[in-house]
């Protein structure tokens, strides 16, 4: 069963820092993100990292800097709390202008593009439609909605604010906050169930409906997921709602099987077979060869014969196994 996820961009979200940080020395947490990731665990969500890293394609670090950041990163969010797990790290190391020509791509892994959210929910088998995304920048905004998932734009004001954080978003965020707690706390409040409203009616046995409330900006897919279960009808209905008809397809079966079995009962049922009448002959042989056995059985050769009636009865019950089987 697909599972949400809450991607994170890393700079400026969860580590402190610009686009160009390539030495895991360097990496410092943002408050909270420990505390973030482990709350978006026990929410029930997969933890999913996705990451602009142009610092590669213009030749200031290499990938494996990125990698050795990341993992960096990792081991000060366990260190800070054991359920800060990141599940996966996705980082796009191209950039349309790179000064390095193997990375000067077009790719649609780099945000505001969704590829890096694709991919992860592809590999880690993710329902989308229910994740959400915070980042610090419009283009994470922008990547997260291209994917269908939700959006928070995270503002903390004691950050530093990066050249794409300025960036006007394109796309308005589903809510802005200004800690990752308040962000964690608005997808806990969000995702909740609906609470029914209370019965005001003094009528014995009358139950208003419960009408959830969904946000303007929920997608399409959290609606549906906050609409409550229809209730069973009660025991006591005087009119049973009829079985939804068949569909065509599901009717031709039927007639199908009705026929076969039809067919099948009006067939004459021929119970003969070679190997039953040879089952017959020799079983008849068997029992003579037996017979004269016993009126011999003072003279010699008389195990000779026991074992031919032996043999000759071994040979009817194949032959009768054999006619069962056709």
């Not at 961009?9 to 947490?29: A, C, F, K, S």
């Not at 996705?50 to 000060?76: H, I, K, L, T």
Request: some cysteine; hydrophobic content about 45%.
């Amino acid at each position: 069963m697909a599972r949400p996820a809450i991607f994170f961009d890393r700079d400026n979200t969860l580590i402190v820092g610009n686009d160009y940080l390539g030495d895991p020395q360097q990496v410092i947490l943002v408050p909270g993100a420990a505390d973030a990731v482990a709350k978006a665990r026990a929410l029930g969500y997969s933890t999913v990292v996705v990451s602009n890293q142009s610092g590669v394609a213009r030749g200031m670090f290499g990938e494996d800097d990125v990698r050795a950041v990341n993992a960096r990163m990792d081991e000060m969010l366990r260190a800070e709390n054991p359920e800060a797990i990141i599940e996966r790290h996705e980082f796009c190391p191209y950039h349309p202008q790179a000064p390095v020509d193997k990375y000067r791509v077009d790719s649609d892994c780099r945000k505001p593009k969704p590829g890096m959210l694709l991919a992860a929910a592809i590999e880690m088998d993710l329902d989308l439609g229910h994740s959400w995304l915070i980042g610090d920048a419009a283009r994470d905004v922008e990547a997260g909605k291209a994917a269908g998932c939700r959006a928070i734009l995270f503002n903390e004001r004691s950050l530093p604010m990066s050249p794409a954080a300025r960036a006007t978003p394109r796309v308005p965020p589903d809510f802005v906050a200004t800690s990752l707690a308040e962000a964690m706390a608005h997808i806990e409040v969000a995702d909740a169930p609906p609470t029914p409203k209370p019965v005001e009616s003094s009528v014995i046995g009358e139950q208003p409906t419960p009408q959830p409330s969904v946000p303007a900006e929920a997608t399409i897919a959290t609606a549906l997921a906050r609409v409550p279960a229809a209730q069973p009808p009660p025991p006591e209905q005087a009119n049973p709602i009829p079985p939804p008809p068949m569909t065509p397809r599901l009717e031709m079966l039927v007639e199908q099987v009705l026929h076969e079995m039809r067919r099948r009962h009006e067939q004459p049922h021929v119970d003969f077979s070679v190997s039953k009448l040879l089952a017959g002959i020799v079983q008849v042989v068997a029992l003579a060869i037996a017979f004269l056995a016993y009126l011999n059985r003072d003279s010699g050769g008389v195990e000779v014969l026991m074992l031919a009636a032996i043999f000759l009865q071994a040979m009817v019950s194949s032959l009768l196994i054999m006619a069962r089987q056709k």
